[in-house]
């Protein structure tokens, strides 16, 4: 019995470095078809990211609802984006808004999405303050 577990031991050992063996050397065996379609998916979303930059995407909405002290704009976030930098892009009075106020306004703006994840490929709605001067 003794001797079955050390040639069973043997074996898996000296199946195990093989199998790491040809890991290392020739990589993992990939379906061919699902890593063509793949490629083909993340050139399709290059093409529309390009494209969407090149044609301006930010519609500004022309009738801001009455209870709202800001106008809204309609963008297409780029890969990287977050709510908070687009709204700094958008606003040159940032060191006055509060983190919370604009997480609030966006998800009054977009119920249904979730702020802490937005998609490239989705267009939401984002927050334009008024200028303010502190004079």
Do not use: C, W
Not at 10 to 18: A, G, S, Y
Not at 38 to 55: G, I, P
Not at 97 to 117: C, E, G, R, S, Y
Request: charged share 20%.
């Amino acid at each position: 019995m003794d001797l079955l577990k050390r040639l069973a031991l043997i074996l898996f050992t000296i199946l195990f470095l093989v199998s790491v063996f040809k890991d290392l050397t020739q990589g993992t065996v990939v379906n061919k078809a699902y890593y063509e379609e793949q490629q083909q998916t993340e050139a399709d979303n290059s093409e529309q990211s390009l494209e969407q930059n090149q044609n301006p995407t930010k519609n500004i909405e022309n009738e801001p609802q009455q209870d709202q002290p800001y106008e809204t704009i309609r963008i297409y976030p780029k890969p990287g984006d977050t709510v908070l930098s687009i709204v700094e892009d958008l606003n040159q009075n940032t060191s006055t808004l509060k983190m919370n106020q604009i997480i609030d306004d966006f998800v009054t703006l977009n119920p249904d999405a979730n702020p802490h994840q937005i998609n490239p490929k989705t267009a939401y709605y984002f927050p334009v303050y008024p200028i303010v001067n502190e004079n």
